[in-house]
């Protein structure tokens, strides 16, 4: 008998210490900025979507209880904040006199649990809700896992998918309506399971992994898209599946993906769908790249870990094989590389084309992607990064003499 009531007591401990409730913190502000901070105990899935019609974010947090109910007034631009109750989720509800610009809540651990920030900005020139499109960018591998080497060419994976993620990095962060987000910024180790936890942790709305292989036969070149699937599609596909598998490393305070797959059909069914969509938009600009072979004409499904999350639409590119000579050179070169991240940029920039939620401010009225000039930068490599004619770009900005300078806005149209 006193068996059974340990464990009952431990379980009933673990359930309270684990309910993950939520707690309001409050507003702060600075130069017209604004953050509204809540706390949770773990991280959790959390929905996110704005309205117009009245000017509000909704923030719903799954399988969580509210500390307490409350309705706040604020001040301008925010008027209230109030909660409430539906089954086993919370709900935030955030009114405003105006729109703002917003971004979906980062999720940020500390000593006492998980810091929920959700940023919001405010100005005239705003004339609807909006937000950025959060793309999480993986370089592969990293610090104590090199990935494949080619010592014949002195190539290794981890140093090309770092490049070739800041050369994409570069071009998403500068265009407007992008926020894209490092999941490794140096030579670091980062484990699997973490890759994906940092996707979540900033709400990203999609998430590329970037990768380059080696074979024993190095006749064997050329790039391949990724997803995820528990079977692989190809033999290839499975012996690549093989290699990326890492131990798990989950602590209690991150949110649990694999359970949620089963408690969420409906949500990872369509990321599933929206995983294709993005594959596809990828490869089709892989195909139009002059100088990078296809290893694998279609979207090719494996077992990859760190493709596994519930919602966030997740692709994994193998940028070539550096066993082969071939490729190995091309990926050792800028241009090779600025190819592939030209083709990850068109392909990702195609995908949100396609679904442009109300609150992304992408394109502006005309259809027109917004660059702005970066020191170093000339037009001819700003052509090539957007894959237009620079004539295009000049004709469009009306711009002299090729003359452009950092800070200068120019419209570029794809």
Known sequence: MKRNLIVVLIFSFHQV???????????????????????LEKTALIVAQSSNSPFSISLEFKETSLKEDFDLKQNYPIKNIKSSSSENDSIIEIFFYEP??????????????????????????????????????DAGHGGRDPG??????????????????????????????????????????????????????????IF???????????????????????????????????????SVRVDEFDFD??????????????????????GKKVLDQ??????????????????????????????LIESGFISNSEDAERLKGKPGRRMIARSLFLGINNYFKENLEDDFF???????????????????????????????IINTNLIRDEAIFPGQRIKIKI
Request: hydrophobic share 35%.
């Open 17 to 39: 210490v684990f309910s993950n409730q939520l707690d309001f913190v409050g507003v702060s502000e600075k130069n017209k900025s604004y953050d509204i901070e809540f706390s």
């Open 100 to 137: 703002i610009s917003w971004q979906k809540p980062q999720q940020i651990k500390t000593e006492n649990g998980i810091k929920v920030s959700l940023s919001l900005g405010h100005s005239k020139e705003i004339k609807k809700m909006t937000r950025e499109a959060i793309v999480m960018i």
């Open 286 to 315: 892989l195909k139009r790249d002059p100088y990078t072979h296809l290893h694998k004409k279609r979207v090719e499904y494996a077992d990859f870990r760190v493709l596994k999350s519930l919602d966030i639409p997740s692709v």
């Open 208 to 246: 590329v992994s970037i990768h380059a292989d080696a074979f024993s036969l190095p006749s064997v070149k050329g790039a391949a898209v990724y997803i995820w699937s528990d079977e692989a599609s190809s033999n290839s596909a499975k012996s690549l599946s093989s290699k990326k598998v890492s």
């Open 362 to 392: 992408i394109y502006d009225a005309e259809g027109y992607l917004t660059y702005t000039v970066q020191r170093g930068d000339v037009l001819s490599e700003i052509a090539i990064r957007f894959g237009v004619p620079v004539m295009d």
């Open 148 to 205: 494949a080497i080619a010592k014949s060419h002195n190539v290794i994976e981890k140093d090309i998918t770092l490049l070739i993620a800041n050369e994409l990095f570069r071009t998403l962060e500068d265009t407007d309506g992008y926020k894209p987000v490092l999941v490794r910024e140096d030579d670091s180790f980062i484990y699997l399971d973490q890759r994906y936890q940092k996707a979540r942790q900033n709400s990203g709305d």
């Open 257 to 278: 993906e694999d359970l949620a797959r089963s408690k969420y059909p409906e949500i990872y069914e369509k990321k599933k769908g929206k995983s294709l969509q993005l």
